[in-house]
């Protein structure tokens, strides 16, 4: 059965032993430089436009806002003397255009609604804006593209802060937007929360509904522009979901063609939680069509909805408590194991093009070779943390223990509580009073 499983599998292009970390690497750091020269076709590299050498001011409160792949978010923040955040007047709403397609109009008379109250009672507002956008030397951020299957397509190129800020005029309560990504919002919750360990640089990842990357590049190494101080360095969005160097099996194409964006963000549609699901739908699907399970799980898997992320990886981490979008299906003890062999895979392979991600991250930042100095890399995200299949987490962990350790990189994986809102805090209360134009220090 076993061996079925996987001659399926390597048939289709989905096999872990062609998968060669190093070059997976060298990949993902020409992309990496490409995008930085200005390449329109590699990896977005986007100037985050945020410092994150300037004091937190104590006792400040600052409103937030987390537009995320599933939730929004809002809530007061400050932070105390020894800079410990305090959140309040937190509320959480499904992020508009996920139920729906919204026009430009509602989508940010949508946002603007809950976050009304909370800019009347603050001098500005860090607002997470977890999706493609350029961001301005002034901290606001043009959406480019919407990632995660959000529907308001109209919302695409327009800017986002200003979009919410004219309603929060009408409203009343005209405050300045920082804008920022949420990998960028994340990576200054560990500088936040990382005062005592003298960290010598900051990653931020987030493996969610979507992925994505922030990192520390220096100036002299943006080339695409020539406005920035060459001896500064700056937060870098990699927008590394759109990573379109890693190889697709026949399963991916398939499960990607059934997408609203086919074609884009094709690394995320094989690691990120609003995918993992479909994606083990389509290789259940294709197994049926080709006879692997017994007749009748065959003709139920055929007739099946995607399996949800969540319950996917809930089943091939204890295939005997088969979830809800599972339940109806009255496997054999041989579907059951054929399933699970078919779909553990998705997994491994996650794992690994998650540490590559990373590590492609933690050396582009140059930093990490003295011990006294690691680097945080500060992970956010359900997918990562929540996902027991495969032991995700740990088998993250041990790749990237691979992958750095051989280079001498000393790093430290973190966590902080709540990293966008934190980082969303941090930017929002850091930004204003000086200006600093076009050369921010870091
Ligand atoms: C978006 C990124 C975001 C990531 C994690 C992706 O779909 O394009 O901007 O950082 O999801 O939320």
Known sequence: ???????????????????DPEALLRLFDDEMTRGLDGAADALPMIPAFVTID???PADTRVAVMDAGGTNLRVAMVGFDVHGKPHIEDYARYRMPGTQGELSADAFYEALAEPLAPL????????????YQAEVTPDCDARLRCWT??????????TMV??????????????RPITVLNDTVATLLAGKSAGVARRYASYVGFILGTGTNTAYVERNANIRKRN???PH????INVESGSFAKAPQSRFDKLFDATTADCGAYTFEKMIAGAYLGGLGGTILKEAAKAGLFTPATAQAVLALPPPGSKDLALFCHNPWLPPESFGVLSMTEEDRRMALELCTPIY?????????NIAAAVIRSGAGADPLHPVAVNIDGSTYYRTAAASFASRVQGHLRDLLARRGIHYELIFVDEAPIIGAAVAGLTRRGKPYGHTPSM
Do not use: Y
Not at 148 to 157: E, I, L, R, S, T
Not at 161 to 174: K, P, Y
């Open 348 to 356: 491994t392979r996650a794992a690994l093009f998650a540490a590559v």
């Open 1 to 19: 059965m076993l061996r079925h499983a996987e001659q399926f599998l390597v048939d289709n292009g989905l096999r872990m032993a062609d998968l």
């Open 148 to 157: 995660k299957q959000v529907q308001a397509p109209a919302v695409v190129g």
């Open 119 to 130: 800019a009347a009672k603050a001098a500005s507002i860090g607002f997470c804006f977890s």
């Open 161 to 174: 802060g200003s979009g919410v800020r004219a309603r929060l005029a009408r409203r009343g309560c005209d």
């Open 227 to 229: 406005d920035l101080d």
């Open 54 to 56: 300037r004091p937190v």
């Open 232 to 235: 500064g360095a700056m937060a």
